[in-house]
């Protein structure tokens, strides 16, 4: 509840995206999104995080259902529920059309799947599909806080 707060300003709207982001922002599956958890989650989104670690975020959240897999219903689910958020309208046929195009240029086994590894092939010929993963403010609170440093998990591990 308090996360949909703070991202909408109002707890009882429902919002498939709000739950799809609460859930890869709870690591540890507790239902709890600890201060931990949320600078890590939001690190994601700097401007100086690698390509590589935002193309993994974002495979994660079109991976609906944690398939390892990015499936078509999933995507048109995420950019119907986008749209929507956004208070945008877009045709089924103009959605399917986009769907298919990116299916088209990113499955490049032609199973109807997207793979992680498809993922990342895909992202670094068209860098601008994560032009959603930058959040620039970030940049300003790392300048205003220079002790502030992000750390990935990996780090975070070998440091522990």
């Known amino acids: ?30 239902d709890v999104i600890d201060f931990g958890e949320f600078v890590r989650s939001m690190s994601i989104f700097h401007p100086n995080t690698p390509q590589e670690e935002k193309a993994t975020f974002s495979f994660k959240m079109y991976d609906i259902g944690n398939t390892g897999f990015i499936q078509k219903e999933g995507v048109k689910k995420m950019i119907t529920e986008l749209l929507t958020e956004s208070n945008l309208i877009l045709s089924d046929d103009l959605i399917e059309a986009i769907i298919d195009k990116t299916f088209e240029e990113a499955d490049s086994e032609r199973d109807g799947k997207i793979d992680i590894g498809e993922w990342k092939d895909f992202v670094a010929r068209k860098p601008s599909s994560l032009k959603y993963m930058t959040i620039p403010y970030l940049k300003d609170l790392t300048a205003a806080f220079p002790s502030f440093v992000l750390r990935s998990e990996k780090e975070e591990e070998i440091v522990d």
């Open 1 to 30: 509840q308090e996360f949909r707060l703070g991202l909408f300003g109002n707890n009882e709207k429902q919002s498939f995206l709000a739950e799809r982001m609460f859930d890869l922002f709870d690591s540890k599956r507790d």
